[in-house]
């Protein structure tokens, strides 16, 4: 089954990058420890974080834990990417605000929503079940398939070193 993820504090944009290549992130920044690992063990998410004795302590309780250490996006998600083996698949993407599902909609239904421009230019909409978020690939969007491209080659990368 697809991982899920629960994110500590101090990893925001890797829930974000997450979210984006289409895996479930809960982002949890002001949670108790113990809350923390009380829910990751009552869903079955992974839990992300920084914090080496609350990895230590969710370890023991047998929850799946990654401790994060890497800096930036790219090593982050990338890093992770190698440990679970995770796809990262970016047209599977969920609404990198709230978690949301995105439903794929076309310029119709968003036209109220959208800038002009933007309503001309793309042919492809997706709106946020959850927050209403209306997205599409616009200008921004080469940067971030090239930092998924660059994390997807780093998890390879560090595969097959392990081989
Ligand atoms: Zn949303």
């Not at 829930?15 to 079955?44: F, H, K, P, Q």
């Amino acid at each position: 089954m697809k991982h899920r993820f629960l994110v500590n504090s101090m990893l925001g944009s890797l829930a974000r990058w997450l979210r984006i290549v289409g895996y479930d992130a809960e982002y949890r920044r002001d949670a108790e420890d113990d809350s923390l690992m009380e829910e990751a063990s009552r869903t079955g998410k992974v839990l992300l974080t920084r914090d080496r004795v609350l990895a230590l302590r969710a370890k023991k309780r047998g929850v799946e834990t990654i401790l994060v250490e890497g800096e930036g996006d790219v090593e982050q998600l990338g890093a992770l990417a190698a440990a679970l083996g995770l796809e990262l698949d970016p047209s599977n993407s969920r609404c990198p605000k709230c978690n949301g599902s995105l439903t794929q909609v076309d310029r119709d239904q968003v036209r109220d929503r959208v800038p002009e421009a933007s309503l001309e230019a793309f042919d492809v909409f997706w709106v946020c079940g959850s927050c209403g978020g209306v997205y599409w690939r616009g200008s921004h969007w080469d940067q971030i398939a090239s930092t998924i491209e660059a994390a997807d080659k780093l998890s390879r990368g560090e595969n097959s070193k392990r081989l």
